[in-house]
């Protein structure tokens, strides 16, 4: 059985977030998408040509491509994610379930080094399985946290956690762009630098986590455990209406604040009139931006909150966000999109910290939180395959990434809607009809 309240346990657990952090940041985020939009736009003299690439027998964009891919990736692990729950709770090989996905996701990234756009078949194979492997380590990295601290230690453990995440994530970024512009080195290799960070990392974790912490296992099938929650907390929200009405509303709006975060990058490298290499320079600066100020908007909101509730502060979030998804779309300059970074990331902090919390107030009073936050997961990922399909698509069907704009301020506006519906004052039970 793990000591609850464990400190090397606990310290071991929180440096996780250091050790894994670097995808979303410099992956996801940061230095692959602009990798991936000049690769699969220029040839191999560097001649810009077009933005249209080929897979499979078909012809896309190659930013409508990328959005397919990630939706794809979300699909999987918003399938995989309820079996990966209940072995997470069941499993005598918890650690040896979140090695497997970690070493899956950070391999990925170091393929990435071999990234070819004349085998783009191949070369998009990495894309999606190292998005599958960062969100199907969290399954269990997450499961750990009621096991190994008393709840009443949560929201610093996991404050501390995302602490660690974000600074260690900002070092690499910041160690591979002094490489990059100052040494020309080569982007690609920035990949590995990931997959070395991460797998070299979580060794700490590795060396002081347990395997499991039951002693006596429930005799329930581990593998349809995760399935059966997720269907009776369906069953359960039809008497919980206020938490329903709030879950109706953040899987709209989801849509929008994970797709931004994933296709930020690719809309100003194609959309901003940069100068020269001011591509490159200026994209980094506007994901510093995005990341500094998110910290300061997370604590904004949490005061704003405090004075007059989780749902009316939501409200604003989605309010600032339909005009930031109307300004976007007639911003051209790259002063423009430094103030449109910034006041994303006043509101990506904020929106992010709010909803888990609100949802957390929200809940009935019962012993199976585990199965009501695997629902929002899940809930979450499935918004996001339909928010970046969306964007895809509209791109490909319009030809232009400014058009897919529209799509993100319908469903902030969806989703401020029916916030409406949801009563102001989260402290009434979520289990009153």
């Known amino acids: ?3 609850k309240g464990n400190k090397k346990i606990i310290k071991a657990w929180t440096f996780y977030d250091w050790a894994n952090s670097v995808y979303p940041l410099v992956i996801t985020t940061a230095i692959f998408p602009m990798f991936y939009e000049y690769q699969t736009s220029h040839d191999a003299e560097g001649n810009l040509t077009n933005d249209m690439v080929e897979l499979l027998g078909g012809s896309y964009r190659n930013t409508q491509l990328y959005s ?11 399938i995989i994610s309820p079996l990966l729950s209940g072995l997470a709770d069941y499993s005598d090989s918890k ?5 497997f996905f970690c070493y899956l996701g950070s391999l990925s990234c170091a393929s990435l080094f071999f990234f070819d756009v004349n085998h783009l078949e191949l070369s998009m194979v990495p894309v999606l399985l190292a998005s599958v492997g960062f969100w199907g380590s969290l399954v269990f990295y997450n499961a750990y946290l009621p096991e190994i601290a008393h709840a009443e230690d949560h929201d610093k453990i996991s404050a501390k956690g995302y602490s660690l995440g974000y600074v260690g994530s900002s070092i690499l970024l910041i160690l591979n762009l002094v490489a990059i512009m100052g040494f020309d080195m080569p982007a690609k290799y920035a990949f590995l630098s990931v997959a070395v960070w991460w797998i070299g990392f979580s060794q700490y974790t590795y060396a002081y986590l347990p395997n499991a912490s039951y002693l006596d ?12 929650e997720l269907k009776k907390v369906w069953g359960e929200l039809k008497e919980l209406t206020t938490l329903k009405r ?9 849509m929008g604040v994970q797709t931004v975060m994933i296709m930020a990058t690719l809309f100003a490298a194609k959309e901003i009139n940069w100068e020269g290499d001011g591509a490159k320079t200026g994209l980094i600066v506007s994901v510093l931006i995005i990341q500094f100020i998110a910290i300061g908007g997370a604590y904004l909101f949490s005061w704003i909150s405090s ?11 989605l309010f600032i966000w339909v005009f930031i998804c109307i300004g976007a779309y007639f911003i051209h300059e790259p002063i423009e999109f430094y103030v449109i970074a910034a006041s ?14 609100t949802y957390s107030k929200l809940l009935p009073v019962t012993k199976d939180h585990a199965s009501f936050f695997s629902f929002y997961d899940v809930l979450e990922k499935l918004g996001i395959v339909i928010g970046t399909f969306a964007y895809g698509f509209i791109e490909g069907w319009t030809g232009s990434m400014r058009n897919s704009i529209f799509a993100l301020g319908t469903f902030f506006i969806i989703g401020f809607v029916l916030l409406l519906r949801v009563p102001k004052n989260e402290q009434i039970a979520a289990n009153k009809s």
């Open 95 to 99: 650690k040896s379930f979140l090695k």
């Open 1 to 3: 059985m793990i000591q």
């Open 307 to 317: 004075k007059i509730g989780n749902i009316a502060s939501l409200s604003i979030t």
């Open 68 to 78: 397919y891919v990630i939706s794809v990736s979300f699909i999987i692990v918003s």
């Open 246 to 254: 709030y879950l109706g509303s953040f899987f709209v709006y989801s």
């Open 344 to 357: 994303v990331g006043l509101v990506m902090g904020g929106i992010q910290s709010l909803s888990r919390s």
């Open 217 to 228: 296992k429930p005799k329930e099938n581990k593998f349809t455990k995760g399935f059966k």
